[in-house]
């Protein structure tokens, strides 16, 4: 493939069933050193029925727009699983780098930031992102479980210590959180854009994205974010890399390798004991307790290549057993 070859990047609306960040971008995102590399700014058609809208199901270009023109005429299609099979990065901890390769593919729609500045972030708000639902039932292979009351300490022990926090903006999947820490806080004003759809529920909502990206950017307007694991809010540091934002549950190894970008997020530390017991217990197997894993992705860095040797041929394999496993959907 060479960089005078016009491209369009696609795949079939069913395959991309997991979140909007953590997926759906991450799986663009991981493509993009390549690209970049070979000077190649594809055509996209890039499909979820989580997110997209029927017939067509399209969320890029859509979620987000192009940050440049596609090239136009007779295009060559390329499959969405077969160039991650061959060219996937991964990604690092430079997050001016990074910030600069995403937006020199795509941005974020005027739509989303026009609505992002009809919602008063102050200069010393701090951002909040709880995840629940399937994030505390489902994930204990990935992170450690965060109970809405252990959140609230750590939230109240970062306050305690950050005196200028005068509001707090909520970005959740569990309404019921919101009017938890209205109570716990009281004194301070509440900012949240209300209740949300379940991100994995195929409901042909419209702007089920477009809300999604909406906390993510509010989340980096913030002065401070404290998080537990998401990649929507970690996108936010992607999208305003001097963010001060820190992680509160661990993010293990996925696989060999960290998972982007919520494995780069600095970890919260605090002066609070009750605080730091709650921490010692949420931060356990995390991927910076594994001595060979911080050897090589410890320093940041934009991208290393994912594939060498026999892993790239265990990757093409997984390849061809994914399109058997499309044929069969099909045939069926």
Known sequence: MTSSETLRISNQPGELNEGLFGQIVLYVFELLPYLKANGIYPDWNITSKLYGRSPDFTVLPGVFDLA???PRGKLKEVDLYALRAAHTSVLGGDWRALHDLWHSYFRVPQRVLRAADGVDIGAHTLGVHYRGQDKNALTHGDTNSVSQAEFLTLVRGFIDEHARVDSLFVATDEYSFVKAISSEFPHLKIINLGEVDFHKQANDVPQKADRALLDAVLLSRCEHVIKCSSALSSFAKVLRPELSIFRIAACKLFADIPYFPDAYIPTLHSSSPESNRILGRLMKDDWLDNPEARRRFGTPFVDQPRFTGQQKLFSWVQ??????????????
């Open 68 to 70: 440049y023109i596609p």
């Open 319 to 332: 390849y061809q057993r994914h399109r058997i496993r499309r044929f069969r959907g099909r045939v069926a």
